[in-house]
């Protein structure tokens, strides 16, 4: 499949695609027919699930997916994402909790966004400084911020969940922003964490594709050495993307805590799996050089397609047997579809590379 | 030498008949014919990507030919690994060497068949074995160092002794003298033609026609993955080699390389020119040091030393890639910054490093964007870049140092190793620097390709850049410099 192109980086989403579709296809016909007001409608395939069980909660993760795949992109890995996902929830609740009930869009909007972004940025500056300044591995620095960032959250927020009992957060940023609603026909849509999703996905994109800054990443993951040579900011580079990864994890922050109207210490716990997953599935390689925007969002849409699945198929009829899928398998089932998804994607390459090198 | 009725042996060491190799999207071989007699020295010759290191590749089992019928020894050869072959007798000396560097000389020797007891490595026999293995090569090291450690020419025989401690009986060498110096050269082409008399059967794969003359008892020309023609060893001539490699139709340009004489004039005025690139009292990493030297705009200055004298550290030192601990460096006017590539390019010096694979190419990114990287600013227009105009320039700095086997998108692992060094060659020429530090600029480079850098470092220096070169090759580097200095062990 990935044969079509000349190369792995333009041919990449193709065999994603493929995958979606297998995804997509396997889950109509698995799923059972289900009674609505409507009439009857397939469970998997209808705007109901698709767009409140699969895309609204699939865009914090493909947001930190994005700039999982930056860091990836560059050789490195940053396994501290749920915490400053977490991180950044928590503080924009504690700060709009004082805010009140009906307090001005004009007042809240900008301390929400500069309290979420700001705490996810200076997170991700300090996961950067300590990466490309004490030279130590990556995993091992965001390893040891993973564990700080999320007990920086157990110490300050005593009663684990924000708002605190009898506060609540401006609706001007709750309803009235994140959580907006969009009424279509007899059932309503709430577009904006999507909306923001696909905004980020094209920042990035753009970013990667036709800025100086982020080509170059491409250069710093694929030989460093060579990127010193030509001259390139490899130290700035290298911050940066730490920095840029943890402002997405910010944002991400700032969605699901308007979103839920609330945010708890345990927010975004064992995120980083799920995220770095999605950035692989979708095609960043953890040696560094290869990666790209809608790659991590497709990544982050078969994880979600998978979960989804599991949520709502009881069990598989293939035919030969019944496959039975109950919450328990659910840890089994999501890590063996993503290592399916990752190696129906790579069968493509390996066969090209074989081709190749004879 | 060593002529005993080689010709009347019915069995070859290699026969290979049509062997076709194609790579996607191109042919590297296509029916290539080649016959090398038990106990000879086999030279193979041929423009970059001619097919030379793929040939020899499958000969080793790297590649599996597509189509062609390849007997080694007289039996039938249909490996599909490097280890097949190896154990048929076969070896490679790379041209890319392929050591594990943190690993000991004899735990890279013996690599994938360490002495084990008890399922403990057992150091001490390792280590005797690899001494004995090194004995035929002449290499006196410690067995216990670390291979990082060692000069490429200690590496290269390092590879040699793996291949004739491993029973080889034919080794095809790739290149094997581009990265060596004049004395280390020397040494190496005795010790393969000892290993020829003594009945190894060696293929030589070079671009050095003097030393394929010397040591070679016959030739093949390969020319775009054909056969352009043999030459027995006794009637080959230079002139007729590179007759057969640039082929008729190129005929004009091989003249051109053969006989252009260096712009000596332009020697002249550089005279009064002030010196452009100015180094005092520099002192850097490993005890470089102290150097003082000067290079005026337009003029060549050519380094020569021994490997490991502190050529390519001096050149890194300038760049700013190494750290200085003392010294002054001027450029023109303008002193640049102790450890800062970022003030040297702005001030207008450029480095083409001598480990391409290492410090000069990104091998998974395309040709386009390794000669554009680090200048990607070039073609920014408002917030983004002008992707067209990237693609535009860059092939044709690619262009104009005649590239081949290019295809967009393609990484630029996948080019052979000569085209592989103009690729880093068209990043630091389509700059126009005014001063240029260039170390190994034509390694593994063409005859052909040669003469065409040559006379783009002679433009250069002619239009004001100021250069100064690093070669190992020394009739290159007399013949590009206007002025030579001596270095050795780290100063001038
Ligand atoms: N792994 C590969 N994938 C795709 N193309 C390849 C690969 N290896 C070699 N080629 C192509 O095959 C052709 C022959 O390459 P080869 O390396 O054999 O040339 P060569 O004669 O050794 O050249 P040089 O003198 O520059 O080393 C070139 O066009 C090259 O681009
Ligand atoms: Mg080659």
Not at chain 1, 23 to 42: H, I, K, R, W
Not at chain 1, 79 to 98: D, M, N
Not at chain 1, 275 to 293: D, E, K, N, Y
Not at chain 2, 191 to 219: F, K, N, Y
Request: charged share 20%; proline share 4%; with cysteine.
């Amino acid at each position: 499949m990935n044969s079509a192109g000349p190369s792995s980086s333009s041919s990449r989403p193709w065999g994603l695609l493929l995958v979606l579709l297998g995804l997509g296809t396997l889950l109509t016909l698995a799923s059972d027919p289900l009674q609505t007001a409507s009439g009857t409608q397939n469970a998997f395939l209808r705007v109901d699930n698709l767009v409140a069980n699969v895309a609204t909660p699939m865009s914090w993760m493909a947001i930190m997916a994005l700039g999982a795949t930056l860091v990836i992109l560059t050789g490195g890995i940053d396994i501290s994402v749920g915490s400053i996902f977490g991180l950044s929830a928590l503080a924009t609740a504690a700060v709009l909790q004082r805010f009140a009930v009906d307090a001005s869009a004009w007042l809240v909007l900008p301390t929400a966004l500069a309290v979420a972004l700001g705490v996810g940025t200076a997170c991700g500056l300090v996961n950067g400084l300590l990466v490309a300044g004490l030279r130590i591995h990556p995993f091992i620095v965001t390893l040891g911020t993973l564990s700080i960032f999320r007990g920086i959250g157990l110490v300050a927020v005593r009663d684990k969940t924000l708002p605190s009992l009898g506060e609540q957060l401006p609706t001007a940023f709750t309803e009235g922003f994140v959580g907006a609603r969009w009424n279509v026909g007899d059932t309503f849509l709430q577009p904006v964490p999507m909306i923001v999703m696909l905004v980020c996905t094209v920042i990035v994109g753009v970013y990667l594709a036709r800025r100086v800054g982020g080509r170059q990443l491409y250069a710093l993951g694929g030989n460093e050495e060579a990127a010193r040579y030509a001259g390139l900011p490899t130290t700035r580079l290298r911050v940066r993307v730490y920095a840029l990864a943890g402002l997405l994890a910010g944002v991400a922050g700032l969605l699901s805590c308007g979103f839920y109207q609330s945010a708890n210490t345990a927010t975004g716990e064992g995120y980083e799996l799920a995220v770095i997953a999605a950035a692989v599935v979708g095609g960043a390689s953890l040696q560094g050089g290869r990666g790209t925007a809608l790659g991590a969002l497709l990544g982050a849409l078969v994880i979600k397609l998978i979960e989804n699945g599991i949520d709502i198929l009881r069990e598989i009829d293939l035919g030969l047997f019944v496959l039975p899928i109950s919450k328990e398998y659910s840890k089994i089932l999501i890590g063996l579809a993503i290592l399916a998804a990752v190696a129906v994607d790579r069968l493509g390459e390996v066969w090209r590379r074989a081709r190749a090198a004879g | 030498m060593g002529s005993l009725a080689r010709g009347s042996l019915s069995v070859a060491a290699v026969d290979a008949r049509g062997i076709v190799k194609r790579f996607a999207g191109q042919v590297a071989l296509r029916g290539v014919d080649l016959r090398v007699a038990i106990g000879s020295c086999h030279g193979l010759l041929g423009e970059n990507g001619a097919g030379k290191s793929t040939l020899g590749r499958v000969i080793a089992g790297v590649h599996k030919p597509d189509a062609g019928e390849l007997a080694v020894m007289g039996k039938p050869a249909r490996w599909t690994s490097p280890r097949d072959a190896l154990r048929a007798g076969v070896a490679m000396v790379h041209q890319e060497l392929a050591f594990c560097p943190e690993l000991s000389v004899a735990e890279n020797l013996h690599l994938g068949r360490w002495p084990t007891r008890g399922g403990f490595v057992q150091r001490r026999a390792m280590e005797s074995a690899a001494r004995e293995a090194l004995v035929p090569v002449g290499l006196d090291i410690d067995p216990a160092r670390a291979v990082g450690s060692l000069s490429t020419a200690q590496e290269q025989l390092l590879q040699i002794a793996q291949a004739l401690a491993s029973g080889a009986r034919l080794v095809v060498f790739d290149e094997p003298t581009s990265s060596l110096d004049d004395a280390e050269c020397q040494r190496l082409l005795a010790l393969v033609q000892r290993l020829v008399r003594e009945g190894l059967t060696v293929i030589w794969v070079s671009h050095r026609l003097p030393e394929v003359l010397a040591i070679c008892d016959r030739m093949t020309v390969l020319r775009d993955g054909e056969m352009a023609g043999e030459l027995e060893g006794s009637n080959a001539t230079e002139e007729r080699l590179v007759e057969m490699l640039v082929g008729e139709h190129r005929e004009l340009r091989a003249a051109k390389a053969e006989t252009a004489p260096p712009p000596r004039d332009l020697a002249a005025p550089a005279e009064q020119a002030p010196a452009f690139l100015r180094v005092e009292g520099l002192q850097g990493e490993r005890g470089l040091g102290p150097i003082d030297l000067e290079v005026r705009a337009g003029e060549i200055v050519g380094l020569e030393g021994l490997l490991g004298s502190g050529r390519s550290r001096l050149l890194a030192t300038l760049f700013g890639l190494l750290p200085r601990h003392a010294g002054r460096v001027f450029v023109g006017d303008t002193e640049l910054p102790p450890n800062n590539v970022r003030a040297a390019l702005n001030a207008g010096v450029a480095l083409v490093p001598e480990d391409r694979k290492r410090q000069g190419l990104v091998l998974g990114l395309d040709a386009a964007r390794n000669v554009a990287l680090g200048q990607e600013a070039r073609w920014q227009r408002g917030a983004l870049l002008d992707l067209a105009a990237e693609q535009h320039d860059t092939h044709a700095a690619l262009a104009e140092l005649d590239v081949r086997g290019l295809r967009p998108g393609a990484a630029v692992a996948a080019l052979s190793g000569g085209n592989q060094q103009k690729v880093v060659l068209a990043r630091w020429l389509s700059q126009s620097p005014r001063v240029l530090l260039v170390d190994e600029p034509t390694r593994g480079v063409d005859v052909g390709a040669k003469a065409a850098i040559h006379a783009r470092l002679h433009a250069l220096a002619a239009s004001g850049t100021a250069i100064l070169l690093v070669s190992s090759d020394r009739p290159e580097l007399r013949a590009l410099s206007s002025r030579v200095i001596p270095m050795a062990r780290n100063v001038t």
